[in-house]
């Protein structure tokens, strides 16, 4: 899967391998008003900690809304899906290095370039 920024998601690179950290990626993403991400699946959890606005995690097929001054846990090897509710919502990620994605149903694995 390749994911680009764009008007409705960006996502800018805080912290990996490629900025001196050896074991954690960090990451800021925006999502636009009622935008949501692609579904996909990742092999390593994610902490998403809303800065802004509020997301619908859909993991599994199980919905969890999150806002700004929580967190979520987002297991790994999940079918996820998560959308900006209610308007443009801002994260910042957290995950292990390494992380890869995949599409469900597909076993090739694509690494997060963010996360690198």
Request: overall charge negative; proline content about 7%.
């Amino acid at each position: 899967m390749v994911i680009s920024e764009s008007e409705q998601r960006t996502t800018r690179t805080l912290a990996g391998p490629s900025q001196g950290s050896a074991e954690i990626s960090t990451w800021r993403v925006e999502i636009g008003a009622d935008a949501s991400a692609p579904v996909h699946i990742i092999d390593k959890e994610q902490v998403w900690m809303p800065v802004s606005g509020m997301f619908e995690a859909v993991v599994d097929g199980d919905a969890e809304q999150v806002k700004a001054g929580q967190a979520i846990v987002l297991p790994a090897g999940k079918v996820r899906q998560l959308t900006a509710v209610g308007g443009p919502a801002v994260a910042l990620v957290a995950m292990a290095v390494g992380g890869m994605a995949m599409l469900p149903g597909s076993q090739d694995k694509v690494p997060l370039p963010w996360a690198r």
